[in-house]
């Protein structure tokens, strides 16, 4: 029998608590903003046996515009039940407050609606283009402040593309992560995080899992509120322009007609 979402909990706190000193250092030092990796968080037979688990491609949402092209999914009671307990399992008590131990983050909250999180499929060619992450919940009221990535395509290669990009505030270098098998990535979340995926350069799926916390207070002590924006890359000149004022004409609307960007009901098994 698959583990519960408690048992993969207390895996991957103790994971985090072994290695707090390395992934505090990490999380303090980190450029071009705040984050932290953890490998191999669960061990490796659980983490192959979710990996086999996954729902196929097909059975996820698509999404295909100039700002993104990839396969989501938050319908948990859809897929196999060990793909919800380790959905859930990151917003378990134990993980939470071992992330807010490592990143010194007060008031961490879980968001068991899966608001803009859940999974996550890339295949061949698709791609997520440089963006700052909505600020709020989808009822406006806490600020996001981490999102949280566990990687689930064994034996995934560097060569073969899908690295998270963290990317500096001007948008014009950036620091890839792979999503090797197993990793977890902690990232922050704010007015100035601006991160991608690169293209997906193999013939496999890109496979992800992700959560988000949220805080009451705004990360960096100051009230602030935006859509998702997006950005092209350096060398999109066209789309970046594009993007740029696509992105500048829905915080517009967003802060003239805010219940627009209410969240949408997910169902989901907690």
Known sequence: MPPTRSQLADEIATRLRTHGDRLRADWSAAEPFAHFALDACLPPGVAEDLAARFPGHAQLMARDTLRERKRVGVDVERYDPAIGEALFAFQQPAVVEAIAAITGIRGLEPDPTLYASGLSSMGPGDFLQPHLDNSHDGDGIRYRALNVLFYLTPDWRDDEGGALELWDEGVERALPLAPRFGRMV????????????????????????????????????????????????????????????????????????????????????E
Request: glycine share 4%; aromatic share 10%.
């Open 186 to 269: 902690v990232m922050a979340t704010d007015a100035h995080s601006w991160h991608s995926v690169a293209r997906v350069r193999s013939q496999r799926e890109r496979r992800c899992v992700s959560n988000y916390y949220f805080t009451r207070e705004a990360p960096g002590g100051w009230p602030y509120r935006h859509v998702t924006s997006f950005a092209g890359r350096p060398e999109q000149r066209l789309r970046r322009a594009w993007l740029r004022a696509d992105s500048a004409a829905r915080n517009v609307l967003g802060r003239a007609l805010p219940f627009l960007l209410r969240r949408s009901r997910h169902r989901r098994r």
